[in-house]
């Protein structure tokens, strides 16, 4: 619905750059037209998606409802159109307009607390402090399904709460000023984690110490106005090129396929529209790819704060990564021998013969895949942290012949050696060493058993259990 109004809007634009253009056809500075459309149009979805939480679920409480039930009808339905919208214009994500639009959700985000998560349509059972940071893909107070009945309760946090990557925070949970939790980690059971705690693993382990870095609170907590001013005028621009591009991309593709369209020509309609769809994804991955370059050169290990001109670039890259080549193209090539052959134009060193089931890098220099390796779905070759409002790159480096299991995730600093095995949602923590053909799975990793079954046909399976 928000296409309507973003292209009228479009159409209104030319009313006044046509004559400043000389009267060229449209065509000729569709890009001018399609970034305020663009810009529009996440506007427009954003407040769409506002209007329906405020009109379907105007208050939502805790306690234990029926599926059956009014409330969770409605709750499914919000939770659904903002699903839809996150991951239509995931450019948002992370970015200074989140929490913006999280409040007009109804959610109580404090001053200076970054989020990019998917809260899904638990609004008003969520208190995030003042300089919190939530991570990508945390579970804030998910809901618990049991037997048809939906339960609902709240979270809580103080001011400089970090909650890490994939963590999950129960429902009824409280997490206290200054406390840290480790990506993929759970807190521990009793719903508090108190001030300053450091939790990390599943089941979770207390970390008695952790490292600390000084900073100036201009560059982590406590930023400018100019600098606030300055990042969201910049992120205003990432949010809105990908859309942008495609808008423009779309339409000179609809151009060309005007004539055999009108003509009745629907072999050549099938024919030169696969082409135009092909050639939109691959100019997609190019825009990409030139972003990269020209914002960031060359990644190398490094720490920079939050609210530096280096972090900025290097989360546009991130945007546009994904907005352009990966919702595009990417995710199609997933398992096909060409996935690893476009992540070499971004900078990643692959090797041959790899299998690659997952696109979740980021700094892409930093990570070394070796011959034969398998990356499977779900998992993250993560090449940096944020902690303490400082962003922390560090090199992966991935053996010949290694196996990473689905949905795990490995951190900065590592290097795997050749035919080490991996097990599905493990946790391989910054800075590891793990010697050649041996076996992990746990968060944190441990050392496994592999137990091998006979062979089946040409293949043989591997499971893996707990040293």
Same mark, same amino acid.
């Given at each position: 619905?928000?296409?309507?109004?973003?292209?009228?809007?479009?159409?209104?634009?030319?009313?006044?750059?046509?004559?400043?253009?000389?009267?060229?056809?449209?065509?000729?500075?569709?890009?001018?037209?399609?970034?305020?459309?663009?810009?529009?149009?996440?506007?427009?979805?954003?407040?769409?998606?506002?209007?329906?939480?405020?009109?379907?679920?105007?208050?939502?409480?805790?306690?234990?409802?029926?599926?059956?039930?009014?409330?969770?009808?409605?709750?499914?339905?919000?939770?659904?159109?903002?699903?839809?919208?996150?991951?239509?214009?995931?450019?948002?994500?992370?970015?200074?307009?989140?929490?913006?639009?999280?409040?007009?959700?109804?959610?109580?985000?404090?001053?200076?607390?970054?989020?990019?998560?998917?809260?899904?349509?638990?609004?008003?059972?969520?208190?995030?402090?003042?300089?919190?940071?939530?991570?990508?893909?945390?579970?804030?107070?998910?809901?618990?399904?049991?037997?048809?009945?939906?339960?609902?309760?709240?979270?809580?946090?103080?001011?400089?709460?970090?909650?890490?990557?994939?963590?999950?925070?129960?429902?009824?949970?409280?997490?206290?000023?200054?406390?840290?939790?480790?990506?993929?980690?759970?807190?521990?059971?009793?719903?508090?984690?108190?001030?300053?705690?450091?939790?990390?693993?599943?089941?979770?382990?207390?970390?008695?110490?952790?490292?600390?870095?000084?900073?100036?609170?201009?560059?982590?907590?406590?930023?400018?106005?100019?600098?606030?001013?300055?990042?969201?005028?910049?992120?205003?621009?990432?949010?809105? =090129?990908?859309?942008? #591009? /495609?808008?423009?991309?779309?339409?000179? $593709?609809?151009?060309?396929? *005007?004539?055999?369209? +009108? %003509?009745?020509?629907?072999?050549?309609?099938?024919?030169?529209?696969?082409?135009?769809?092909?050639?939109?994804?691959?100019?997609?991955?190019?825009?990409?790819?030139?972003?990269?370059?020209?914002?960031?050169?060359?990644?190398?290990?490094?720490?920079?704060?939050?609210?530096?001109?280096?972090?900025?670039?290097?989360?546009?890259?991130?945007?546009?990564?994904?907005?352009?080549?990966?919702?595009?193209?990417?995710?199609?090539?997933?398992?096909?021998?060409?996935?690893? =052959?476009?992540?070499? #134009? /971004?900078?990643?060193?692959?090797?041959? $013969?790899?299998?690659?089931? *997952?696109?979740?890098? +980021? %700094?892409?220099?930093?990570?070394?895949?070796?011959?034969?390796?398998?990356?499977?779905?779900?998992?993250?070759?993560?090449?940096?942290?944020?902690?303490?409002?400082?962003?922390?790159?560090?090199?992966?480096?991935?053996?010949?012949?290694?196996?990473?299991?689905?949905?795990?995730?490995?951190?900065?600093?590592?290097?795997?050696?050749?035919?080490?095995?991996?097990?599905?949602?493990?946790?391989?923590?910054?800075?590891?060493?793990?010697?050649?053909?041996?076996?992990?799975?746990?968060?944190?990793?441990?050392?496994?058993?592999?137990?091998?079954?006979?062979?089946?046909?040409?293949?043989?399976? +591997?499971?893996?259990?707990?040293?």
């Amino acid at each position: 619905m928000p296409i309507v109004p973003a292209f009228k809007l479009m159409e209104y634009f030319d009313t006044f750059l046509n004559p400043l253009m000389g009267g060229l056809n449209y065509l000729w500075y569709m890009p001018l037209l399609a970034l305020p459309t663009a810009a529009s149009l996440v506007l427009f979805t954003a407040l769409f998606i506002v209007a329906i939480r405020w009109m379907i679920l105007p208050r939502i409480r805790p306690g234990t409802y029926s599926v059956f039930s009014g409330i969770y009808i409605r709750k499914w339905i919000v939770t659904l159109a903002t699903e839809v919208m996150l991951d239509t214009l995931s450019s948002i994500f992370a970015t200074i307009y989140m929490r913006g639009w999280y409040r007009l959700m109804g959610a109580r985000i404090g001053k200076g607390s970054e989020i990019s998560t998917n809260l899904s349509g638990r609004y008003d059972l969520i208190n995030i402090g003042e300089g919190n940071f939530i991570a990508d893909d945390v579970q804030m107070g998910d809901e618990g399904m049991r037997r048809n009945w939906m339960t609902l309760g709240s979270v809580t946090t103080g001011s400089k709460v970090f909650i890490g990557n994939e963590a999950v925070i129960p429902l009824n949970y409280s997490v206290e000023s200054g406390a840290l939790i480790g990506v993929k980690s759970r807190p521990p059971e009793g719903g508090n984690v108190g001030a300053s705690e450091t939790w990390f693993g599943s089941p979770p382990i207390k970390m008695p110490v952790r490292q600390f870095f000084d900073a100036l609170a201009a560059s982590t907590y406590e930023p400018s106005k100019l600098r606030i001013l300055g990042r969201a005028l910049f992120e205003a621009f990432n949010i809105s =090129l990908p859309t942008a #591009l /495609f808008i423009s991309l779309a339409t000179y $593709g609809m151009v060309l396929l *005007a004539d055999p369209v +009108t %003509e009745g020509s629907w072999a050549e309609v099938i024919f030169y529209g696969i082409c135009v769809v092909v050639a939109i994804d691959v100019l997609q991955l190019l825009m990409a790819v030139a972003c990269k370059w020209a914002f960031m050169g060359v990644y190398k290990p490094t720490i920079k704060p939050m609210w530096s001109w280096w972090a900025m670039r290097t989360e546009a890259v991130a945007v546009m990564y994904w907005g352009m080549a990966g919702k595009a193209l990417l995710e199609h090539l997933c398992g096909t021998p060409f996935l690893p =052959l476009v992540l070499r #134009l /971004f900078g990643v060193k692959t090797g041959k $013969g790899i299998f690659m089931d *997952a696109t979740d890098i +980021t %700094e892409f220099d930093c990570v070394t895949i070796g011959d034969y390796a398998v990356i499977n779905s779900g998992a993250c070759l993560q090449t940096h942290l944020y902690e303490d409002r400082l962003m922390k790159v560090g090199r992966i480096k991935v053996g010949n012949d290694v196996t990473i299991g689905a949905g795990s995730t490995v951190l900065y600093g590592t290097q795997i050696g050749d035919g080490a095995i991996i097990g599905p949602l493990t946790l391989i923590m910054k800075g590891e060493d793990l010697p050649t053909r041996t076996a992990w799975v746990g968060c944190p990793a441990q050392p496994a058993v592999k137990v091998l079954t006979s062979p089946i046909g040409f293949q043989q399976t +591997t499971r893996l259990v707990a040293a």
